[in-house]
């Protein structure tokens, strides 16, 4: 449930918030507003740079278990013998 809030609503609350100051505010406050919805589009990518990376851990660690394979065995694990 945190880790939902911090991907999803963090980022929509403060794009929530740029909303409401470009539609309400003056120059400053829709400048501001602007800011913020950047802030939550950074925000996003970040955390969608940081669930790529975990996931390409996996990937180094199933090459790494083929390799130490291949040295044991002299052959990759899905080739035939």
């Known amino acids: 449930m945190i880790l939902f809030a911090v991907r999803i609503g963090l980022p929509a609350a403060i794009a929530a918030a740029g909303v ?3 539609l309400v505010g003056g ?3 829709s400048g ?3 800011v913020l919805i950047g802030v939550a589009v950074m925000v ?3 955390n969608l740079f940081l ?3 975990v996931r ?3 990937d180094r660690d199933r090459e790494e278990a ?3 394979h291949f040295d044991q ?4 694990p899905d080739e035939e013998e």
Do not use: P
């Open 51 to 53: 669930r790529l990376a």
């Open 32 to 34: 501001a507003g602007v």
């Open 44 to 46: 996003l990518m970040i």
């Open 27 to 29: 120059d400053s406050e």
């Open 56 to 58: 390409d851990t996996g």
């Open 66 to 68: 083929a390799r130490e």
């Open 20 to 22: 409401v100051l470009l």
């Open 73 to 76: 065995h002299g052959r990759w």
